[in-house]
């Protein structure tokens, strides 16, 4: 009985749900298309050329981290100011002193280490705001004269810097990117 009944139901050409409409098949050139737009869309480059830095955003932190500095000089410059300085460290990464604030290049010229002193002393979750981030970290490891985020927004660790050992106020952040770039202490 329950095979006439499906033999019966597989015939009709209609929708099984009313009102949804049938799909068309999907080409391959079609799925070729839709991913090289998405491609496109989403492209590193792309989305540094219809870059707008938020309102409520100092320097956004965030967005420069691990970005190729050939590809963000100008937004950086308009960030951060004219370059001052440029050297290289120990291990061999560009750092460039800027007028406010300090990068540092890996080898493949990816922006690693984004050193930001803020204009004024703020609270955390403000310092993290006026830095591109979200101010809802979770979980802060208070140190001495420091707080850290560690993993938080594509970031290996995020330090705020206290202005005094028992404030809660700080006047600087940095903001590492990559994993292998830091030396755990």
């Known amino acids: 009985m329950w095979l006439a009944l499906v033999i019966a139901c ?3 050409d209609d929708p ?3 009102g949804v409409p049938r799909a068309l098949p999907i080409t391959a050139e079609q799925i070729a298309s839709k991913r090289e737009n998405e491609e496109l869309r989403t492209s590193p480059r792309n989305l540094e050329v219809n870059y707008v830095k ?3 955003v100092y320097i956004d932190v965030h967005f420069l981290g691990g970005r190729r500095w050939e590809n963000v000089r100008e937004i950086v410059i308009d960030q951060l100011g004219t370059l001052s300085e ?3 460290d120990a291990q ?3 750092v460039k002193r800027l007028d406010r604030g300090t990068l540092t290049l890996d080898q493949d010229g990816n922006i690693d280490i984004v050193d930001i002193p803020l204009p004024e002393p703020m609270r955390r979750a403000d310092a993290m705001v006026a830095c591109g981030f979200s101010g809802l970290a979770d979980k802060y490891h208070a140190l001495d004269r420091e707080f850290r985020v ?3 927004q594509t970031f290996r660790r995020i ?3 206290r202005v005094a050992p028992d404030d809660d106020l700080v006047d600087r952040l940095t903001g590492y990117k990559r994993q292998d770039r830091i030396r755990e202490i």
């Open 150 to 152: 560690t993993q938080f």
């Open 159 to 161: 330090v705020l810097h």
């Open 86 to 88: 440029e050297a290289v």
């Open 16 to 18: 099984v749900v009313s």
């Open 10 to 12: 597989s015939g009709s």
């Open 92 to 94: 061999g990464r560009s």
């Open 54 to 56: 938020p309102e409520r």
